[in-house]
C-alpha cells in the first residue's frame, strides 16, 4: 500500500502563495499548464483522468480553471488570480489520483468564489471561498471526485477520516499529514 507523504499533503493544501516563475506553457483540455518537468507530465495526466473518468469534475475544472501555475505553495488566490491553481514543486510526488482531486476541490473552492461574486456586489469575503463551511463542502465534493476516480482506498480513507464531523469528511485540512501518514 503506497502511503500519502505529509509533504504531498502539504503541497496540496497549504496557504496558496502563486510564483512568478516562468516554466513552459501547455494546454491540456482548454487548461493552461504552466508548470514544468514531472509535474507537468502529472498534471495532464491528472487533467485527463477527470474528464474521462470523472466529467462533470473535469467540466468544472475546465469552467473554473484556466490555469495552473507554479507556486510556493499550493492552492488558490483568488482575488489576485481568479481562475488560477497553485501548485508546488512537492505535487510532483503525489499520485495522479490525488493530484486530480486536489485540483478539482481547487475547482469547487474557486466556483464558490465565482457564485458568490455573480449574486452579490463588493469583495468577495474569505468565509466564502476558505476555512470550516467552504472546505468542508469541498472536501466532500474531492471525495466523491475521488470514488469516481476509483483512487486508492488510503486517499478516501485520508479524507473521510476527518474530525468527527457529521458531513464523515474532515473539517478542515489542517492536521492531515498526521492522520494520512500514521500508517507507516
Not at 507537468?40 to 491528472?46: C, D, L, R, Y
Not at 499550493?74 to 489576485?80: A, C, L
Not at 476558505?130 to 475521488?146: H, K, M, N, W
Request: hydrophobic fraction near 40%; charge should be positive; aromatic fraction near 6%.
Amino acid at each position: 500500500m503506497k502511503i500519502i507523504s505529509a509533504a504531498c499533503i502539504a503541497a496540496l493544501f497549504a496557504a496558496p502563495c502563486l510564483s512568478a516563475a516562468k516554466p513552459a506553457n501547455l494546454k491540456r483540455g482548454g487548461v493552461k499548464i504552466s508548470v514544468s518537468g514531472a509535474l507537468s507530465a502529472k498534471t495532464g495526466k491528472a487533467l485527463a483522468l477527470l474528464g474521462k473518468s470523472a466529467p462533470e469534475a473535469g467540466a468544472q475544472v475546465k469552467k473554473y480553471v484556466f490555469e495552473i501555475k507554479k507556486g510556493a505553495l499550493s492552492g488558490i488566490s483568488p482575488e489576485n488570480a481568479p481562475n488560477a491553481v497553485a501548485l508546488s514543486t512537492a505535487a510532483a510526488g503525489c499520485s495522479v489520483t490525488w493530484l486530480a482531486g486536489a485540483i478539482a476541490h481547487e475547482s469547487c473552492l474557486l466556483k464558490l468564489y465565482a457564485d458568490y461574486g455573480k449574486s452579490h456586489e463588493g469583495p468577495v469575503p474569505r468565509r466564502v471561498w476558505t476555512g470550516g463551511e467552504a472546505d468542508r463542502y469541498c472536501i466532500r465534493y474531492q471525495l466523491s471526485v475521488l470514488r469516481q476516480l476509483n483512487a486508492p482506498q488510503q486517499e478516501t480513507d485520508c479524507l473521510s477520516s476527518g474530525a468527527g464531523n457529521n458531513s464523515g469528511a474532515a473539517s478542515s485540512y489542517a492536521g492531515w499529514e498526521s492522520r494520512c501518514t500514521s500508517n507507516r
